[in-house]
């Protein structure tokens, strides 16, 4: 799954692909952000992501899609 997170005052995003579904990336987000001095923590593919819960923009959750085959309709 892929989840994309704004940080403030970072003009990129982080575009990061995890194993997690999108309630418990969903959760993830709640949970660091319940908390005063909370962060955000996901794991990716290539590492852990960290970032202060105060300076989360934006957390965008990708939805799970099946590859296509095959030819398209256009």
Do not use: C, H, W
């Not at 892929?2 to 999108?22: D, F, M, N």
């Not at 309630?23 to 290539?46: C, H, P, Q, W, Y």
């Not at 934006?58 to 899609?65: F, S």
């Amino acid at each position: 799954m892929q989840v994309r997170i704004g940080v403030q005052s970072v003009p990129k995003e982080l575009v990061v692909e995890t194993s997690l579904s999108a309630d418990e990336v969903e959760r993830a987000v709640s949970e660091a952000l319940s908390d005063a001095d909370g962060v955000f923590t996901i794991n990716s593919k290539s590492g852990r992501i960290v970032v202060p819960a105060a300076k989360l923009a934006y957390v965008e959750i990708g939805v799970d899609e099946a590859p296509s085959v095959g030819f398209g309709t256009f």
